[in-house]
């Protein structure tokens, strides 16, 4: 084993050293090519060799690499700024940078906050989450979520957050009720807990539009995010969409919200906002929420270093230029449909898979011991993390995870490849993946 000073995710296990990328595939310093069937964690949307990204980078470096925000704003933030603005839904015009997915839910919990101290409703600090949601790493983020596994070792030290039930159709939709009656049904929870809380207690309700890597792909049913959006109308409680992983037309819309034909009050997007050429995230907000501090204390009592870092923000316009001048969000969803068939045609059928999911090129893939019970393998067999080493020995980056079904039992493989993926590459990521879930589930 290597000698190294870097302290890795697993102290366990030696990873390949990345050497370069191009387009959807990335080659380590042997030489050996990976097909990135999960854009790392749904990240490199846009490959991993678009000269024209790498061109705004390069040009604003020579500019001007750095200016801090107490000081100076800077042309490339308040442009990337108006375009977010100009495609988002409607009354999310004020935009946060920030440099990662769980800053942007921080900053989203701390701005709810302040919204309440700032209309002179400070005992409203309360919030709602799912079981089986993932929301960031960081302690304020890692306590909005459900993510039963990293949430463990630090329990003691988060706020105390309520969780409800996913929208989780596979498994918790009766034989005998819709998926409309489900929907309303497991919706009506978020009812019910505000209740139980006091909607005088209760400040927002966080949810990933759709859900991403703790239960892989879950695909809300039509009128569920109606309901829930009604709902915190009624009681006064913000709304909160995390779209760091499924935003940025990663499901087939700049914002996956659109397809639910709702509009949150804050929302949540990261990785695929610089296709990870840069790192960057950003909260957007409603006019109300920005309107209320404006008026009351006159800032936002929160900050970093690096937020609207000019170069990530050069780097994140020609990223969402792109995206949306050549209509990637579009071709996601044709691409995606193309995937979905592929997988159903590949794995429908197999005696391990359980549930084939998604929107977009952003599919979830549930691993199942037996498909008539739809029981999990025993945890003990670490099913996906198998998977993860033998996919790389294979030359495929995918993202599996434990604990899909409670946060303890089952498997999923999350499939988010880069957008500019070919029909080729789409077969060759099925293949792959079928060669994998045998040797490892056999």
């Not at 980056?397 to 999350?414: A, K, S, W």
Request: charged share 25%; net charge neutral.
């Amino acid at each position: 084993m290597r000698k190294s000073n870097i302290f890795p995710r697993h102290t366990n296990y030696e990873l390949p050293i990345s050497a370069y990328g191009e387009g959807c595939y990335i080659f380590d310093i042997n030489g050996k090519k990976y097909l990135d069937g999960s854009c790392g964690a749904a990240v490199s949307c846009l490959g991993h060799s678009d000269s024209s990204i790498k061109q705004a980078i390069i040009k604003q470096t020579e500019k001007l690499a750095f200016a801090h925000t107490s000081f100076f704003t800077s042309e490339p933030a308040e442009e990337l700024a108006n375009t977010l603005s100009l495609n988002s839904p409607k009354g999310l015009n004020k935009v946060y940078f920030v440099s990662s997915g769980s800053e942007a839910v921080e900053a989203s919990l701390k701005l709810a906050k302040q919204y309440f101290n700032e209309i002179g409703k400070p005992q409203k600090h309360k919030v709602i989450s799912r079981r089986q949601s993932y929301h960031g790493n960081t302690l304020g983020a890692l306590a909005a979520g459900g993510n039963v596994w990293r949430r463990s070792f630090f329990e003691d030290l988060l706020i105390d957050t309520s969780l409800i039930s996913p929208c989780y159709q596979y498994r918790h939709q009766s034989p005998d009720e819709s998926s409309i009656d489900y929907g309303l049904r497991v919706a009506n929870e978020l009812e019910k807990e505000i209740i139980k809380l006091g909607p005088e207690n209760v400040m927002a309700f966080i949810a990933e539009t759709v859900v991403g890597a703790t239960a892989g792909a879950l695909t809300p049913v039509e009128g569920y995010f109606k309901r829930i959006r009604e709902i915190c109308d009624q009681y006064g409680v913000l709304l909160i969409l995390d779209e760091v992983m499924c935003g940025m037309g990663r499901t087939g819309s700049l914002f996956a919200c659109d397809d639910e034909k709702i509009v949150p009050d804050i929302i949540t997007i990261a990785k695929g906002l610089g296709a990870g050429y840069q790192p960057i995230g950003a909260m957007l907000c409603q006019d109300f929420i920005y309107d209320a501090i404006a008026n009351g204390t006159g800032f936002f009592q929160h900050g970093h270093t690096y937020l609207g870092h000019p170069v990530a923000c050069a780097g994140s316009l020609a990223v969402i230029n792109k995206l949306i001048n050549e209509k990637f969000p579009n071709q996601v969803k044709e691409k995606g449909e193309i995937l979905q068939q592929k997988l159903e045609k590949i794995l429908g059928q197999h005696e391990f898979i359980g549930d084939i999911r998604g929107r977009g090129l952003f599919r979830g893939i549930e691993i199942v011991k037996d498909r008539a019970s739809k029981n999990p393998f025993d945890k003990n067999l670490n099913i996906a993390g198998k998977i993860k080493k033998e996919a790389l020995d294979n030359g495929l980056i995918c993202y599996p995870m434990q604990g899909t079904v409670d946060g303890f039992l089952g498997d999923h493989i999350l499939i988010a490849p880069p957008f500019i993926i070919n029909n080729s590459e789409i077969d060759e990521l099925c293949e792959k993946l079928k060669k994998t879930i045998d040797t490892v589930c056999y």
